[in-house]
T-cell receptor, first 114, second 116 residues
């Protein structure tokens, strides 16, 4: 079974600081990669996704992620966070299932202080 | 379009009681999923239905059953609730995978279940 690792479960930072969240997965074949965000009290929404091509993917709200195949990583970044980025962020991987099933990481709880 | 809807939003059960969580989607998606979300555990897949008429176990299926009633609806049943099933339950739907490419999963608002 695929596993997805997200480190630093709790992240606290000030507005305008840069954010980077790590995601590593354990599958050597072709992968489809996603980052989802869950704002307080809401359901999950897609931030960005990677299937193939340019390994630097841009998503909504100024987020981007870089796929590094040799490191089995798909790290999420934002150069300058806002208070409204306070949320939980989940990395998810589809790898070798033969269907659209996803394996999720445990999430990063990000708190941005005004 | 309502997207993915779930009922109820909140539920409190006593140990041993049964209940069914309902989920419906209006996006004509082939695939549907049930997850549970627990603090520090992320989302864990309980069951999924890759297409109408099929269901498969996910990571944590014990204590649950599902029914894919038709293309729109996918219900989750707890036959004899236990305190360990206290959680937030999310339903999701997506297009079926095509040519090895996955599609975005769309999530419902969740059901917060407490088992006493």
């Amino acid at each position: 079974a695929q596993s997805v690792s997200q480190h630093n479960h709790h992240v606290i930072l000030s507005e305008a600081a840069s954010l980077e969240l790590g995601c590593n997965y354990s599958y050597g074949g072709t992968v489809n990669l996603f980052w989802y965000v869950q704002y307080p009290g809401q359901h999950l929404q897609l931030l960005l996704k990677y299937f193939s091509g340019d390994p630097l993917v841009k998503g909504i709200k100024g987020f981007e992620a870089e796929f590094i195949k040799s490191k089995f990583s798909f790290n999420l970044r934002k150069p300058s966070v806002q208070w409204s980025d306070t949320a939980e962020y989940f990395c998810a991987v589809n790898a070798g299932y033969g269907n659209n099933r996803l394996a999720f990481g445990k999430g990063n709880q990000v708190v941005v202080i005004p | 379009n309502a997207g993915v809807t779930q009922t109820p939003k909140f539920q409190v059960l006593k140990t041993g009681q049964s209940m069914t969580l309902q989920c419906a989607q209006d996006m004509n998606h082939n695939s549907m999923y049930w997850y549970r979300q627990d603090p520090g555990m992320g989302l864990r897949l309980i069951y999924y239905s890759a297409s109408e008429g099929t269901t498969d176990k996910g990571e944590v299926p014990n204590g649950y059953n599902v029914s894919r009633l038709n293309k729109r609806e996918f219900s989750l049943r707890l036959e004899s609730a236990a305190p360990s099933q206290t959680s937030v339950y999310f339903c999701a739907s997506s297009e079926a995978q095509t040519s090895g490419r996955s599609h975005e999963q769309f999530f419902g608002p969740g059901t917060r279940l407490t088992v006493l």
